[in-house]
């Protein structure tokens, strides 16, 4: 299924089209829908990936998705202050203004809270799925392969949900969200979908300065899963991790909402940017974070 609409960026610019069409994978383990959303404009492309047990949402979600993943070219493009902003965090879609706000501090958060725990080790408590369907997910992963593990990332700023699974020959996947009423599903969800596309990748070498698919491909290879051995040994302090001033976190709109989604911007000047290969390792974890 595609659409295609005019969208007028401002007074200065002519109107430019915005084009998206809609791809749709079926997984015969889950009764939930899972789309690819491809977006076109700017002359840029841009993809958003989403998955729901309700149609509407999963299209809704992977729209605003490769929506926020195209105006963040755009301004890397066209704006100076955002040309060294390589990757999307602090960046989110929202269907209102106050809901982008939040999911982009949120996702702040989320990315910093991890960070440090993963660095220090320290901060994280394994748990049990919370629910029959949960519970369900996990079943369907473990009859393609993939054992899975849940935890809680306590910190002074909130809890992180946060989920990895290991496969003996598609190595790990890994994600997390910021704990809310539906975060260890989406967290669940979200591995689920990736684990679909993952590909077996063997020597996978990790380049100084990479890029979010250098790290998928460095744990899609079997032997750097050792990097989770500590979380599964039990090997980490449960004592919440800490970061700086989460209150000083600075957030604007981008994209008022009206015929595209809302998308909100939020920074904070005292932590570092994310970033992706051996540059990202530090502190007493001397494997790259897992974030892709």
């Known amino acids: 299924m595609s659409r295609k609409q005019d969208f007028w960026i401002d007074s200065n610019e002519i109107s430019q089209k915005i084009s998206w069409s809609f791809s749709k994978f079926n997984e015969s383990f889950f009764p939930f829908h899972f789309y690819e959303c491809k977006i076109e404009g700017f002359d840029q492309v841009a993809f958003g990936y989403s998955v729901s047990k309700i149609e509407i949402n999963a299209l809704q979600k992977s729209f605003a998705e490769s929506w926020e993943r195209l105006f963040l070219a755009r301004?890397?493009?066209?704006?100076?202050?955002?040309?060294?902003?390589?990757?999307?965090?602090?960046?989110?879609?929202?269907?209102?203004?106050?809901?982008?706000?939040?999911?982009?501090?949120?996702?702040?958060?989320e990315r910093a809270v991890l960070l440090a725990a993963w660095s220090q080790q320290k901060g994280w408590a394994s748990i049990g799925p919370r629910n029959l369907k949960n519970r369900m997910l996990i079943l369907g992963m473990f009859?393609?392969?993939?054992?899975?593990?849940?935890?809680?990332?306590?910190?002074?700023?909130g809890v992180v949900k946060a989920c990895f699974i290991c496969h003996k020959s598609l190595g790990v996947i890994f994600d997390c969200a910021f704990d809310n009423r539906d975060s260890e599903e989406k967290v669940l969800l979200s591995v689920a979908k990736n684990s679909f596309f993952q590909k077996a990748q063997s020597n996978a070498n990790l380049p100084e300065i990479g890029v979010?698919?250098?790290?998928?491909?460095?744990?899609?290879?079997?032997?750097?899963?050792?990097?989770?051995q500590f979380l599964k040994q039990g090997d980490y302090s449960s004592d919440p991790v800490e970061i700086t001033n989460p209150e000083?976190?600075?957030?604007?709109?981008?994209?008022?909402?009206?015929?595209?989604?809302?998308v909100a911007y939020s920074s904070h000047k005292d932590w570092v940017q994310l970033m992706w290969g051996k540059?990202?390792?530090q502190g007493k974890n001397k494997w790259p974070h897992p974030l892709a």
């Open 212 to 228: 979010p698919e250098d790290h998928r491909s460095f744990y899609a290879d079997p032997k750097n899963t050792d990097a989770f």
């Open 75 to 109: 301004l890397n493009e066209r704006e100076q202050r955002f040309a060294n902003i390589f990757s999307s965090n602090g960046f989110a879609a929202g269907s209102d203004n106050a809901m982008a706000i939040k999911k982009s501090k949120e996702e702040l958060i």
């Open 248 to 262: 000083q976190i600075q957030s604007e709109l981008l994209v008022k909402a009206g015929k595209f989604p809302a």
């Open 143 to 157: 009859l393609r392969g993939w054992r899975t593990y849940l935890y809680n990332i306590n910190s002074n700023a």
């Open 279 to 281: 540059q990202s390792i």
